[in-house]
């Protein structure tokens, strides 16, 4: 693609500019001459041809906004002179035939993973610490305090300080030159040599801000977001504090877990401080029933799974005007090569699917699930207008600055993520994925809570396109960051795994770039990567609070 400008699809009549364009530069495209009439900066679009007020903007073949203002060719399109504006949509399903990729590469592949007694397979090995309500965070962070870094599991820094080599040192008699050179710093790759079970990749302190004083729908959301991530295959049991007057019951969980998987066999062990003697004891018998889970957890070995076995979460996040045109397809690509294998990729983030959703329901194999999507789509549309907002709004500054600059061109883009493949199912927040191939999942736009939700679904990887960067990660899931330009993977190198900048250079194509994704997904999936956001210790966790607090 190393072109300097680009028609995405041939029906659209605005070009984007892939490097900065002076003014008077002469295009010629889709049979059309003309001269710019200003500059254009990398990522962003001008006019193929004349608009006047109301006439409609087409980018990725479909309807992104409406002219404002009259606009020549050649002239920029901003947002003072364009606004948002999507298709209307019925849940009428089509006949749909899809053409699957070559994915013979693949085949016969395996990845190392953690096999359930479920028949479900992991890609890390995690224990589990969760309250039930916000009241128990503090016992949560004692518990961290007591287990994390003595067991070489340093969560929220690259590196440990050991102060106490300093004090063994000066109280042996060291002189100040033998106390400064003495090394204290400890690398998070070093603690993790040193574990007591080296079989287990984490435990992982999941602390919320919910669980009671909302309505009795937020506490059974949360719950069925809770049993997600004890059924992950991904984790191995967990340890949950309950105060036990709140409105998240113990009950509510494991009748949540047990509609999920009516064959769960895995620890949990509930500890209620209402119920117990004092807080030393409830943080003893804590600490206790979790190494002895650990033990457990422990004696669980990576063995070959094929790859369809990957639940992929596809999520993207601080997009710029390259996202839909990189690092969005590729990871597409990617996603119809694991539906080839028999594997599941998920696409969320709803807000953000506004203006192509008559293209995914035409891809929906039954109409109840194209019914749903589209119910889901516009019952999440009237919330929004509700409380004095909409779709239209959820482009971010950062977003617009780069060349985004209404919701639809936005949403465009991220559906690339999809790829092309048939939707097998459409999830609401907090159900699992049970079918293999293309998922939807109903999650909200902002990063964090999308792929808590993913990861509560099922995902055992999450691949993260960015084109402005970002740090967030999961706690139970992998999360790989893929750029949309090469710029920002040599600035952000620490916390990006994956350049898809090389598509817009023209070193690779789209299918090129997504056959690269799956194998480094093969491999973080394999333990044989680290994800950069678990190296940054990156365990971002915030449920998603859909309705008011009471």
């Known amino acids: 693609m190393s072109k300097s400008y680009v028609q995405i699809d041939p029906r659209d009549n605005i070009i984007?500019?892939?490097?900065?364009l002076e003014k008077g530069t002469r295009v010629n495209i889709a049979g059309e001459s003309l001269d710019l009439q200003e500059d254009i900066k990398g990522k962003h679009k001008f006019a193929l041809y004349d608009f006047v007020i109301g006439d409609e903007i087409h980018m990725y073949g479909v309807l992104i906004g409406k002219a404002v203002q009259p606009i020549k060719k050649g002239c920029a399109i901003t947002i003072e002179n364009v606004k948002h504006a999507s298709a209307q949509f019925n849940d009428k399903t089509e006949k749909f035939v899809w053409t699957a990729p070559d994915a013979s590469k693949f085949k016969g592949r395996t990845f190392?993973?953690?096999?359930r007694a479920d028949g479900n397979v992991g890609t890390e090995n995690h224990w589990l610490v969760i309250p039930l309500v916000f009241c128990e965070n503090r016992n949560v962070d004692v518990l961290e305090g007591a287990l994390a870094e003595v067991l070489g599991y340093e969560t929220k820094k690259d590196f440990a300080v050991d102060t106490s080599k300093l004090i063994e040192k000066y109280k042996a008699g060291a002189t100040s030159e033998e106390l400064y050179t003495t090394p204290i710093i400890t690398t998070r790759e070093e603690m993790?040599?040193?574990?007591?079970?080296?079989n287990v990749d984490g435990i992982k302190f999941l602390k919320h801000d919910g669980g009671c004083g909302g309505i009795r729908q937020d506490a059974e959301v949360l719950c069925n977001l809770l049993a997600g991530y004890i059924n992950h295959p991904n984790v191995a049991g967990a340890t949950v504090f309950s105060l036990g007057c709140q409105n998240a019951q113990v009950e509510m969980l494991q009748k949540a877990i047990a509609n999920k998987n009516s064959n769960f066999s895995k620890p949990v062990h509930y500890i209620e401080q209402q119920k117990s003697e004092s807080e030393r004891k409830l943080i003893e018998e804590a600490v206790k029933h979790t190494f002895v889970g650990l033990v457990e957890a422990n004696k669980i070995e990576r063995k070959p799974a094929p790859l369809s076995k990957l639940v992929l979460g596809l999520e993207c996040g601080g997009s710029d005007g390259f996202s839909g045109i990189s690092a969005n397809p590729a990871l597409g690509y990617a996603s119809d090569l694991l539906v080839a294998l028999g594997g599941a990729p998920v696409l969320a983030e709803f807000p953000e699917l506004n203006g192509v959703e008559q293209e995914l329901i035409t891809r929906c194999e039954k109409e109840e699930d194209a019914k749903k999507f589209a119910s889901l789509m516009r019952s999440y549309s009237a919330a929004a207008v509700a409380v004095g907002s909409g779709f239209e709004n959820n482009p971010s500054p950062g977003n617009i600055k780069d060349g985004l600059?209404?919701?639809?061109?936005?949403?465009?883009g991220a559906a690339k993520k999809g790829g092309t493949s048939p939707v097998v199912e459409v999830l609401d927040y907090a159900e699992s994925v049970t079918k293999s191939g293309l998922n939807l999942l109903c999650t909200p736009g902002n990063d964090v809570e999308s792929t808590t939700g993913l990861a509560?679904?099922?995902c055992n990887v999450i691949v993260f396109t960015t084109g402005l960067g970002t740090p967030t990660g999961n706690p139970i899931a992998p999360v790989l960051k893929m750029s949309s330009n090469t710029h920002l993977y040599e600035k952000?190198?620490?916390?990006i795994d994956i350049n898809a900048g090389t598509v817009i250079t023209g070193e690779d194509t789209i299918e090129s770039m997504g056959e690269k994704v799956l194998e480094h997904i093969i491999k973080v999936a394999s333990g044989e990567v680290a994800a950069k956001a678990n190296i940054k210790g990156q365990n971002d966790f915030i449920p998603w609070k859909r309705g008011i607090s009471l």
């Open 112 to 115: 190392n993973g953690y096999h």
């Open 456 to 458: 509560g679904s099922g």
């Open 492 to 495: 952000m190198n620490d916390i």
């Open 405 to 412: 600059i209404t919701d639809a061109m936005k949403s465009a």
């Open 16 to 20: 984007v500019a892939v490097h900065n």
């Open 192 to 198: 993790s040599k040193n574990r007591v079970f080296p």
